[in-house]
């Protein structure tokens, strides 16, 4: 039985959306609020978060951030359930890492559809991970360049995997070493920095065809070029 959660302030709508879940045959979680939505997340282990953006409390733009920059949840489906209905506020959600976005006032029906959708298009996370000539193999903590094994730290590995399983999606500094080296450390930013110049000299060996994208102010993503190369 797949288990949904819900971050909703509305508390109408709220006690609608948990009546249908349940009604359909999901398990249900949630909070009326955004205040501890990543341990709530952590603790209950849900298939699918369905996240208002427009909380009292917090940002849901902020929440699906964290949780896309988050190890253990990173995986999850998002859809957002907001009043925000601009071109310009699709795109942002979808950019951040949503999977859906449907807007208020919307039909429960369809919403529980979509759910089903998301379910029914679930697939197992690939153990070995392809971009270009770049192959990397979560199992066995292997990385290779055109068939020849390129030797990582496990620091190292850590971030190229975290990085390239989730292609297009810029990551802040912050965000990374929270993922990487998690939130008891002792390194700063530049920590980030550093490690992404070693990955660079020991898997962007062709220059010009970089696999870790810089952005500029903010952060880095893995090129989803190389992906869609290496689909192709």
């Not at 909070?31 to 208002?52: F, H, M, N, W, Y």
């Not at 529980?112 to 192959?135: D, S, Y």
């Amino acid at each position: 039985m797949k288990k949904v959660l819900l971050i909703e302030d509305d508390a109408d709508l709220y006690s609608l959306i948990q009546y249908n879940l349940e009604k359909e045959g999901f398990q249900f979680a949630g909070s009326q609020t955004g205040r501890g939505a990543i341990d709530l997340c952590r603790r209950e282990k849900p298939d699918l978060v369905i996240l208002d953006i427009m909380l009292p409390d917090s940002d849901g733009l902020d929440i699906c951030k964290r949780i896309r920059a988050h190890p253990e949840l990173s995986h999850l489906p998002i859809i957002f359930l907001t009043a925000r209905a601009s071109e310009t506020d699709r795109i942002v959600g979808l950019e951040l890492g949503a999977n859906d976005y449907i807007v208020k006032p919307f039909f429960v029906r369809e919403l529980i559809a979509r759910i089903k959708i998301h379910f029914r298009g679930q697939q197992v996370a690939p153990k070995v991970l392809k971009a270009g000539e770049l192959q990397v193999d979560g199992e066995r903590c292997q990385v290779h360049i055109a068939g020849k094994e390129i030797s990582l730290t496990a620091t190292e590995f850590k971030l190229l995997e975290f990085l390239m399983s989730r292609p297009g999606i810029v990551f802040s500094r912050e965000q990374l070493l929270d993922a990487v080296w998690g939130h008891d450390r002792a390194v700063t930013d530049r920590t980030v920095d550093v490690y992404v110049l070693r990955l660079r000299q020991k898997i962007e060996a062709e220059e010009g065809h970089p696999y870790i994208r810089s952005v500029r102010g903010f952060g880095y993503s893995f090129n989803a070029a190389a992906v869609e190369m290496a689909r192709t």
